[in-house]
């Protein structure tokens, strides 16, 4: 007899990201599976949040707050309706030798979240990973988002009860909220590091994303715009930002570069910290604190 190893090629890689949808829609996106061996493989789709094992795991101690730090958590927020925020289609069946087949990753969130996450596993004979892919997917509840920067809080979900968007716009309306409003602006960190012995000319360089989401629920032709406040402090500081201002299409992404080159005032013991307000108008407002982390690194 003769021996065959199975072997498979995945059209994507590590990680699939569904990027942005409006909570309550959907999107889907589609890989193949290509059976590169000379025998036909019959395969299972495996997501890790509906292992057997998953409420069991549940019970264990989150690994923020542990000292385990082999602990990796592949699976983030799920629906509250109960419901996998990621479907495949189809779970199983056979790939001809030489052949491929496609499937369907939908993405399906019911309420606003960054942290929608899930891991996909290809089992070949019903115990060998051929594929192990990751899952992303974030929702919002307005058509517009803000990427970029150090993440500033935990990737999960937190627990805290949050009021409803109408109740909010109540209370905003009754001027019962201002302090509320303020403390709810969400921050971006933004850290530039200027290599020192290097040419001054040659600035320290990051960017922003600023995207607005297609959507049949907000079907309006308004642009999403954007400006950054306190310019003149930032330029002063050494920092400059391209463009300052400006709108983004429904379905389009726009890049936001930021450079930093030390003032002549610049003392490299201190990192310098500036503070901005980014303004995004469309169906709503919202607002995000920009924290700019200035510094000077050494070349070796």
């Known amino acids: 007899g003769h021996g065959v190893m199975p072997s498979t090629v995945c059209s994507v890689g590590e990680v699939l990201n569904m990027g942005y949808v409006i909570a309550g829609e959907k999107t889907t996106a589609t890989f193949k599976i290509q059976n590169t061996s000379t025998l036909t493989l019959p395969y299972s789709i495996q997501l890790d949040s509906l ?16 000292s385990s730090l082999q602990t990796t958590e592949f699976v983030g927020t799920q629906n509250y309706n109960g419901l996998s925020v990621f479907s495949i289609f189809p779970t199983e069946g056979e790939i001809v030798a030489g052949k491929s087949q496609e499937f369907v990753v939908t993405f399906s969130p019911d309420h606003e979240s ?19 892919i990751q899952l992303k997917g974030a929702a919002r509840d307005h058509p517009m988002f803000v990427e970029g920067g150090v993440p500033l809080d935990v990737p999960v979900e937190s627990l805290a009860v949050t009021l409803p968007g109408s109740l909010l716009e109540a209370l905003k309306g009754g001027n019962v909220l ?13 850290i530039l590091e200027h290599t020192e ?11 922003l994303k600023i995207g607005a989401i297609q959507s049949a629920q907000f079907a309006s032709k308004k642009k999403l715009e954007f400006s950054f406040d306190s310019l003149p ?17 429904r379905g389009q992404v726009k890049c936001i570069s930021v450079s930093w080159v030390p003032p002549a005032d610049f003392s490299a013991d201190d990192p310098l910290l500036v503070t901005a307000l ?3 108008k469309g169906d709503t407002k919202e607002s995000y ?5 200035a510094k000077v690194v050494s070349a070796c």
Not at 197 to 207: D, F, I, K, Q
């Open 233 to 249: 402090l930032l330029q002063r500081k050494g920092f400059t930002i391209e463009p300052v201002k400006g709108a983004v299409q």
């Open 114 to 132: 960054l942290c929608y996450s899930d891991r996909l596993e290809v089992v070949l004979f019903g115990k060998k990973i051929a594929h192990v």
């Open 197 to 207: 012995g290097e040419s001054s000319a040659v600035p320290a360089m990051t960017e």
């Open 278 to 280: 980014l303004t995004l």
């Open 289 to 293: 604190r920009i924290l700019f982390v």
């Open 51 to 66: 292992s057997s094992t998953r409420d069991k795991d549940q019970q264990r101690l989150p690994s923020s707050i542990t």
């Open 178 to 190: 201002p302090l509320y409003y303020s403390a709810v602006k969400k921050s971006i960190l933004l």
